[in-house]
């Protein structure tokens, strides 16, 4: 199982006090371990099949899409877009993966509120990191929203890099949301509905005609 480089020192942290507690009381330690394995399980970074190409724009996170509308993006759309968004479980992979290939515009990161990361206005108030992609179908945006327990938004990208779809984005530490804005005007065909379950790097949420 691939796991995410900051995962690391959670899962060493709880695994030395699965040892330590058992020495003590070990039906304690039993439950530290129910805990200690949760904590892998959630650091996990599978890389997911899936279609590949410039009219395909895949899912940035992994959850249940939570929201498909249409809305104005004027931090790097700067025009109508559909936004389409993921919300992350505490039991859902929480590394975040590129949607498109190109290259990386904006890096803009913007502290907020930790509310409940499905709730439509956490879109606008919550902690957050916006990427700007310019894919070959134009401006796409992804955004990386804290939830309820979210601390940490991980943001791998930089200004000028040149990214490919479903290489590693970031990640969000604990329960939250990720966004795709996708501008209007390149007319994209969306795949998904409120409800689905989509998989990082190999669910299809769009096509361009």
Known sequence: MRIAREGRPFIAVAWAL???VAFLWWPLSVLLAIVAIWVIAFFRDP?????RGERYVVAAGEGHVVHVVETDEPMYVKESAVRISIFLSVFDVHVN???????????????GKFLHAADEKASLENEQSSVGIRGPRGRVLVRQIAGLIARRI??????????KQGERLGLIRFGSRTDVFLPLSARPVVKVKPGDRVLVGGTVLAEYA
């Open 47 to 51: 890389i997911r099949p899936g279609p």
């Open 18 to 20: 699965v040892v330590g």
């Open 97 to 111: 993966r590129y949607p498109v290939d190109g290259a990386v515009e904006l890096v803009h990161y913007n502290k």
């Open 154 to 163: 991980v943001t791998d990208a930089k200004p000028g890099d040149r990214v």
